[in-house]
């Protein structure tokens, strides 16, 4: 198994969560960042949350390639923005990218595929009404067609639970060691769902 994290600058989370998954399973991992530059360090506050629990990373960043994203078995994000980000730009990874918490959180499966489905439904209904009128609609009159279905996916939105784990760039000590924590939960949770 090949997977691969995800994050912004590939200084902080997706190192963060590499070190730990390297540390703990067997599983073959490495990051990269949206936004990264080539060769960073990891910042020193994931370097010192992470000496803090025995683990040390030496870590270069490195922006997502299709290579990596070909070589990765599991795409893991560590936001819902990063995941929407990837996921516009490369298509073909769909089936296999997911945040880290929703990937190992069963509680929301059953309505992030409720919303998929809503989000479908949507871009199927706009397109059959662009097609259909022939003509192009007003903002107000495309949401007046689309109410229903913006309806469902507002309400399959607050159901759902928040994915995203904090960048904890530029804050102090503290704010980097409750991101390792909240990490290493999610981590060890990863490692008995790969495990199973």
Not at 83 to 107: A, G
Request: net charge negative; charged share 30%; hydrophobic share 35%.
């Amino acid at each position: 198994m090949n997977v691969l994290f995800i994050c912004t600058g590939n200084t902080c989370r997706s190192p963060m969560a590499e070190a730990l998954l390297r540390k703990k399973s067997s599983v073959n991992v490495k990051s990269a960042g949206m936004f990264a530059n080539e060769g960073s360090p990891v910042s020193e506050g994931t370097q010192t949350a992470l000496s803090s629990v025995g683990v040390t990373h030496q870590h270069q960043s490195q922006p997502i390639t299709a290579d990596l994203l070909d070589w990765a078995d599991l795409i893991l994000t560590m936001t819902m923005s990063h995941k929407e980000t990837l996921l516009t730009t490369y298509s073909q990874v769909y089936d296999k990218t997911y945040t880290l918490k929703e990937y190992v959180l069963l509680d929301g499966e059953f309505t992030w595929e409720k919303l998929k489905d809503a989000y479908r439904r949507l871009e199927e209904k706009r397109a059959t009404i662009v097609y259909e009128k022939d003509q192009l609609q007003t903002e107000q009159q495309m949401r007046a067609f689309l109410r229903e279905e913006q309806d469902e996916i507002d309400r399959l939105e607050r159901e759902m639970p928040n994915y995203d784990i904090a960048d904890p760039f530029g804050g102090n000590a503290a704010t980097y060691e409750e991101t390792l924590q909240e990490m290493e939960k999610y981590i060890n949770l990863l490692i008995e769902k790969l495990e199973k």
